[in-house]
């Protein structure tokens, strides 16, 4: 199995969104930043690198009128 390798930011975001998910809760961007200690704004860079490297995937909402922005799940390894 290849080894992908990450950046600190990177690392920090991945481990953020599984920390979220390990609990319970859906990992939106908001709550994503909560546990980084970044800003939306800072994220936008690292998930869409997470996402290209296939290790996050984005989830958009599937309730009409109950969106509460996408959601980026981790990857399950099998």
Not at 7 to 29: C, D, K, M, N, T
Not at 50 to 76: I, V, Y
Request: glycine residues 6%; charged residues 25%; proline residues 6%.
């Amino acid at each position: 199995m290849q080894q992908v390798q990450l950046s600190e930011v990177e690392e920090r975001v991945f481990q953020a969104v599984a920390a979220l998910e390990a609990r319970g809760h859906v990992p939106y961007p908001d709550l994503i930043a909560e546990e980084t200690g970044m800003t939306e704004e800072e994220l936008r860079t690292p998930l869409h690198l997470l996402t290209e490297k296939n290790l996050l995937h984005r989830e958009d909402s599937p309730m009409a009128g109950l969106d509460f922005g996408p959601r980026w799940c981790a990857h399950q390894t099998a």
